[in-house]
């Protein structure tokens, strides 16, 4: 695996050489640090305890920290000059920043963020914007831009940002990197600048903002992980249901089918078949979260125009305006700064909220909280994509719209509004830039969450990659492999007793593929449970024509065939069944009673 992930860093073009071949292509100077860094600085980790303890966990690592984290005897800039000119030197270091370096790791600098840390984009109208390594002519995604960029230059290996809306998992899914949001609630926030305090944690103002962090490498990712949230040794455990949002993948501009499937192929291949769903996520929204529609009713005047992942993200953005005018309105109009166009508009949103739009936001959120865990209890797993389209070019008119911030961070408000975990896990390219899925696990299961991500990634990529040259040959999903899937989704809709939704699923495979005696045979099942009996005799016909020996064939149509009467028929059925399963109790009891009525 490390010899693996070297070669995808030395693709990005990380020596002097990849600088100048950058430079060249987008006309402009590339700095030698990409524009990561506001600030070199170095704190160095304890001495090793003497044997026979453990060194420190994360011993030889290094780490950059995004310029909301405060170090003693420095100006924390929060992205803004005229914030650092009216602020004071921190009197003390990060909880956060401490807890790391007393791990063993060594601090080397502090990273660029958006303006106060609010934008989504990473353009930045004081410093140069940091380059993105992966897509160097797109956007490095925001708030926390420097710190993407510092671990996918390979600068260092992990960093902190700061994740109310998605400042960290869109910068990592731009960037091609592995991205962490803890749940709220679970990592200090102490000696963080607060940018949406009820975002950002699970109280409303009780608390600070909370931190994530960046890695190339999942172990390294998890070794943070342990380090910070401080939970005591348990047993790995596997998932035991893992949701894969179909309507969510639907939306995407890159291949969405491409990255669902290899993340059900790597499930199959770890877990099992057995423990994957399919869900429209709308379709559960809309059903689970009644206040959405309270709150498109009252933003858009009865008129529904967005799908529930944007009306989430409008409310999550809402609530962040609100907080954030909270935090530093009176500095913002005592200091006068010049800010970026963005703030400036939204702060002038923020005035017009009420607080009935905030406890309509509130609504949102616990129901939200609700409906995540009744979605995946304990040990399960929501996929989703971590971006709805990949990065924009830098300068785009479109990233300064409410549109942008909103479609940018769309599947992040799932997360963000439950206050669950979520990691962001790069898959590869499309069109030249980072594609990434996002795996979300409920309030609390943030180690349940890094533990399944270490397993997974090694069957993850290599899924991808089998993908990726699948869809390169022009065969990226053959017939049969979306008749597969549309078969699944089929079993899983049976399961849940939605038998016409069943029946629409294993025709789609039926139209792909009408070769297998199997999706024939399961639909002839859902038309017996609907009583569709001569539709069911005649599935059930045709499997057999394509496969003599589907005992499960022979069972349904004789089952059928006993509704419509035709006995002697039913009794030929299930006695052939007999012969080719000798030991099948159902065949057996069925012949005897028809036989014992009909001898």
Known sequence: MASQSANLWVLLGL????????????????KADFGAFVERLKLLPPPQPPPPKAPHPLTGLSFAISDVFDVNGFVTGFGNPDWSRTHEPASQTSTVVTTLVEGGATCTGRTVVDDMAFGISGEQIHFDTPTNPAAPAQIPGGSSSGAAVAVAANFVDFSLGTDAVGGVRVPAAYCGVLGF??????????????????????????????????????????????????????????????????????????????????VTKAVEKLFGRQILRHENLEAYLNSKVPSLKLFADKKFNGERKSSSTNLLAYAMHMLRRHEFKQNHLEWINAAKPNLDPVISS????????????????????????????????????LVIPTVAEPPPKTGAKEIQSEDYQIRSCSFSSIASMSGGCQVCVP??????????????????????????????????????????????????LSKETSAEMAKEKGNQAFKEKQWQKAIGFYTEAIKLNGNSATYFSNRAAAHLEMANFLQAEADSSKAIDLDKKNVKAYLRRGTA???????????????????????????????????????
């Open 427 to 476: 898959v590869g390219f499309h069109d030249k830039c980072p594609i990434s899925v996002s795996f979300v696990a409920r309030q609390g299961g943030d180690r349940f969450l890094l533990d399944t991500i270490q397993t997974m990634y090694a069957d993850l990529q290599e899924q991808a990659e089998l993908a990726t040259k699948s869809s390169a040959s022009g065969n990226a």
């Open 561 to 599: 065939r006993e509704m419509l009467g035709y006995y002697k028929e039913a009794i030929e059925d299930f006695r052939y069944a007999l012969v080719l399963e000798p030991t099948n109790k159902r065949a057996s009891l069925s012949a005897d009673r028809l036989k014992k009525w009909f001898p």
């Open 181 to 262: 949001r803890p749940s709220h609630g679970t990592v200090s926030h102490t000696g963080i600048i607060p940018v949406s305090a009820s975002l950002d944690t699970v109280a409303f103002s009780e608390f600070g903002p909370t931190a994530g962090w960046f890695a190339r490498d999942p172990s390294i990712l998890r070794r943070v992980g342990h380090v910070l949230l401080q939970v005591p040794f348990a047993a790995q455990r596997n998932p035991r249901n893992v949701v894969i949002a179909d309507d969510c993948f639907q939306l995407l501009k890159s291949p969405g089918d491409r990255v669902s499937q290899a």
């Open 15 to 30: 020596g002097l050489a990849g600088i100048l071949i950058m430079t060249r292509k987008l006309k402009k100077a590339v």
């Open 346 to 381: 939204q702060m002038q949103g923020a005035l017009e909220i009420t607080d009935t739009n905030i406890d309509s936001c509130h609504a949102i959120r616990n129901e939200m909280r609700s409906a995540l865990n009744d979605l995946l209890k304990d040990d399960g797993i």
